[in-house]
């Protein structure tokens, strides 16, 4: 009897210590997961530089350089904004509309980049803070083709700080931070909404943080700069359209790692964006030359391009909640609806947006976000929602008010911030300037020694 007594207690205590041993092994990433969205990081900071020049192919020759300087140079600004404070006004919890400063300057033992963070368990939390850093940086470089040609250096230095710091931080926490205002994550067993979420929006990849924040901004800025130097008096056509044709074409694969990878893994859910946002761009490309070629009698690269664009942004919101059919519809919208608003729309308005920024980013970003509320569908993504065309319409009115406040949030901060920098530093060069040129007025160089 005591030898059994004693097997037992041994059986137990071994037992005790294997879970002990078990609870107390230390974490380790899914090498996988952690790979892929490395990958993706990458692909999306290329795109700044292929924003570069998509839009420095399309100003003139003595602009190219400081257009191309407005979005290089956000790759530091922004990067050190974002680890300072940034990351943690848009992740940290706090309210519905700001986060905590507890990760602010990212302090190793309030931070530990080395674990994971709840947005994402299986890759370590500096990877997510990496890969959100990226979209950071490209959303207000978007903002300066409305204003291309005319805007002071030091102006847009100081308004892009104060623009990410006001505008797309808290946003961003507003749309993807736990507890915040259009924190759209629905439970995958019931489909109940985040309770703390006022309207629980659905935005995959940045449709209303990236597109159209920046898109108003854009539209915001360039009725308040003012037009260009006899514009609509001489031809300002693009200088390379050669330069652009590149860019478009990393901005379209990096765009693959902006949808692919905010399923933070490398999972059914990262193929499912990935196709469709390949799909969306291919049917808007096609649908936006076709809708050029009927109007002007003619399909052009630069309406290639465009149409490609347009197509990327519509799907960003949609990327991670609809079937690979919808994104082929959504892209076929885009096309002729983009193109509309920068056809149109911007010649019966009369106003100087110089490269679309607001017809592209602003009128797709409003588009796609409300095109996700009526195809989205669990099937696809079991923590979205059901859209309209799966009987929820109540989704498409989530989608709408997520529009609204974008609007109004970017459109008054936008004005506010232009006033502000204007009394600063002003924010227009000369007409003197503007007829040199940014490359020579701005960096005392050129991009073009023949």
């Known amino acids: 009897m005591k030898i059994a007594r004693f097997a037992l207690a041994a059986l137990f205590l071994l037992s005790a210590a294997g879970l002990y041993a078990a609870d107390d092994k230390p974490w380790k990433p899914d090498a996988g997961d952690t790979a892929w969205v490395l990958v993706s990081t990458a692909f999306v900071l290329v795109m700044t530089p292929g924003l570069a020049l998509f839009y420095g192919g399309m100003v003139r020759r003595k602009n190219v350089l400081g257009t191309m300087m407005q979005s290089w140079i956000l790759m530091g600004v922004v990067s050190l904004e974002w680890a300072l404070i940034g990351y943690s006004i848009a992740f940290d919890k706090g309210n519905a509309c700001f986060g905590g400063m507890k990760f602010a300057g990212l302090p190793w033992s309030q931070f530990n980049g080395q674990t994971p963070y709840g947005y994402a368990d299986t890759i370590p939390h500096l990877v997510f803070m990496a890969y959100q850093m990226m979209f950071a940086i490209i959303t207000p470089a978007l903002i300066f083709g409305a204003v291309a040609d005319r805007m002071k250096f030091k102006a847009m230095l100081l308004f892009s700080t104060l623009w990410v710091l006001i505008v797309y931080n808290p946003l961003a926490h507003m749309v993807w931070g736990s507890g915040g205002l259009l924190h759209g994550v629905f439970d995958e067993k019931t489909g109940a909404a985040d309770p703390s979420a006022m309207f629980p929006a659905l935005d995959f990849a940045g449709g209303t943080v990236v597109h159209i924040s920046s898109g108003v901004a854009a539209l915001v800025a360039c009725l308040v700069l003012g037009k260009r130097h006899n514009y609509l008096k001489e031809q300002m056509p693009p200088h390379s359209l050669v330069l652009s044709?590149?860019?478009?074409?990393?901005?379209?694969?990096?765009?693959?790692?902006?949808?692919?990878?905010?399923?933070?893994?490398?999972?059914?859910?990262?193929?499912?964006?990935?196709?469709?946002?390949?799909?969306?761009?291919?049917?808007?490309?096609?649908?936006?030359?076709?809708?050029?070629?009927?109007?002007?009698?003619?399909?052009?690269?630069?309406?290639?391009?465009?149409?490609?664009?347009?197509?990327?942004?519509?799907?960003?919101?949609?990327?991670?909640?609809?079937?690979?059919g919808s994104a082929i519809i959504m892209g076929i919208l885009a096309g002729p609806i983009c193109y509309g608003a920068v056809a149109f729309v911007k010649a019966k308005l009369n106003y100087d947006d110089s490269l679309d920024a607001f017809g592209v980013h602003g009128v797709g970003g409003i588009t796609g976000a409300i095109l996700t509320g009526v195809f989205c569908t669990r099937d696809v993504n079991s923590a979205g929602a059901n859209g309209l065309l799966a009987g929820n319409a109540h989704q498409v009115a989530n989608q709408f008010m997520a529009v609204v406040i974008t609007v109004v949030l970017s459109a008054v901060a936008t004005f506010v911030i232009l006033k502000i920098v204007d009394a600063l530093v002003g924010l227009r060069i000369t007409v003197d300037e503007e007829q040199e040129g940014l490359d020579l007025t701005q960096h005392g160089e050129t991009g073009y020694n023949m």
């Open 245 to 324: 044709v590149i860019g478009a074409g990393l901005l379209w694969m990096g765009w693959f790692g902006f949808n692919g990878g905010s399923a933070l893994g490398a999972n059914t859910l990262a193929a499912s964006a990935l196709v469709a946002t390949h799909l969306a761009a291919a049917a808007a490309t096609l649908a936006w030359v076709g809708a050029e070629w009927a109007h002007r009698g003619h399909p052009s690269m630069l309406g290639g391009i465009s149409g490609a664009v347009a197509g990327l942004v519509v799907i960003t919101p949609a990327a991670g909640f609809v079937t690979p």
